[in-house]
């Protein structure tokens, strides 16, 4: 998880992610996307594919990125755990305000 999370902490990665949302796409492609010169693309593609986010298939003479699905499955799963902790706390939050602003107290300003 660490890997990911070191992946998608650098600008130019995370909007590489964004952009193969859409689908799968060149180096050529993602350059002319970001404006980024073509190694630092491929720098930044080579890290994603380290992490396991991409995956790379050669077509004639380019090559195609696209998302692995398997590690943002995880990464959901993860944050999952994290969604129920803080949607438990919100609800015992509401049923305290709804406590202390019982029906005809005014509130306070």
């Known amino acids: 998880m660490l890997d990911t999370f ?5 600008p ?3 909007a590489i992610v964004s952009l193969l949302k859409a689908g799968p796409r060149s180096v050529g492609d993602v350059v002319d996307a970001l ?4 190694p630092q693309v ?7 594919k380290a992490a396991g ?9 380019r090559r195609i990125y696209r998302l692995r699905a398997q590690p943002f499955m995880s990464l959901q ?8 902790l803080w949607a438990a706390r ?4 509401d049923k305290i305000l709804e406590e202390i602003q019982q029906p005809g107290d ?4």
């Open 6 to 10: 070191q992946a998608l902490a650098e």
């Open 12 to 14: 130019n990665r995370l």
């Open 35 to 38: 404006g980024i010169r073509q």
């Open 42 to 48: 491929s720098k930044h593609l080579s890290t994603l």
């Open 53 to 61: 986010l991409v995956e790379v298939h050669p077509e004639a003479n």
């Open 77 to 84: 799963a993860w944050l999952e755990d994290y969604r129920a």
């Open 90 to 93: 919100f609800d015992e939050m």
């Open 106 to 109: 005014e509130p306070e300003e």
